[in-house]
């Protein structure tokens, strides 16, 4: 593959990150900017506490689906696994500073579901299993994506994965948390000062119901 085949490859995946679902669902449900909704994230999230858990959920699936297919495409294309990987950063990146809403957009933790459960499907499943179980318990996606996300590493290691994808589960949460961080420091400062683990983990936001 050329420097200008990869170029394009890269940029393309950064294009299909940037599709904003939960704008664009948000906006045929609800008539409405999910960027001026609950925590204005146009993320699944927020799509679900805002605007309905089928909308939230078909947001989750095509978020994911963003970074599942850029990778299966940059694999079919022949890229090297180094260009697959920066495809994987690429398609992320695009969903948290999207091109369609000004360089703004979601949190990036359903894209890199879809980017993990591509590169290393069977290594990824103990990771989703400790995220599925953790936000059954305490509604807060954001929280449990990172308790899944924390020991894929060693998981990727244990399996006899190549180096360059183990640091790659270490650099794209460490993107997750830069980008995330003024939403979570805080829940953190008030962890800090009051020692309240459980107040701090469980998302009350998340109401359940049915959306007028």
């Excluded at 179980?133 to 020991?151: A, C, D, K, Q, W």
Aim: with cysteine.
């Amino acid at each position: 593959m050329s420097l200008l085949s990869g170029a394009l490859t890269v940029f393309s995946a950064y294009l299909l990150g940037s599709i904003p679902f939960a704008y664009i669902i948000t906006r045929l449900v609800k008539d409405a900017d999910i960027r001026q909704l609950g925590d204005r994230n146009p993320g699944a999230a927020n799509v679900i506490r805002e605007v309905g858990i089928g909308p939230g959920l078909a947001v989750l699936l095509l978020d994911s689906g963003k970074g599942l297919v850029v990778i299966i495409i940059a694999n079919s294309l022949g890229a090297p696994d180094i260009l697959v990987l920066i495809c994987g950063l690429a398609v992320v990146a695009g969903h948290m500073w999207s091109l369609f809403l000004g360089l703004r957009g979601g949190g990036g933790a359903a894209t890199s579901l879809g980017v993990f459960f591509a590169l290393a499907p069977r290594e990824f499943s103990i990771s989703f299993a400790i995220m599925v179980i953790t936000v059954l318990l305490t509604r807060n996606f954001g929280f449990s994506v990172g308790v899944g996300l924390f020991p894929l590493p060693l998981i990727l290691w244990a399996f006899g994965a190549d180096v360059s994808l183990v640091i790659f589960s270490v650099a794209l949460p460490l993107l997750l948390v830069i980008k995330n961080w003024k939403n979570w420091s805080p829940r953190i400062r008030k962890l800090v000062t009051s020692g309240d683990w459980k107040e701090t983990i469980i998302d009350r936001r998340f109401r359940l119901r049915k959306r007028n």
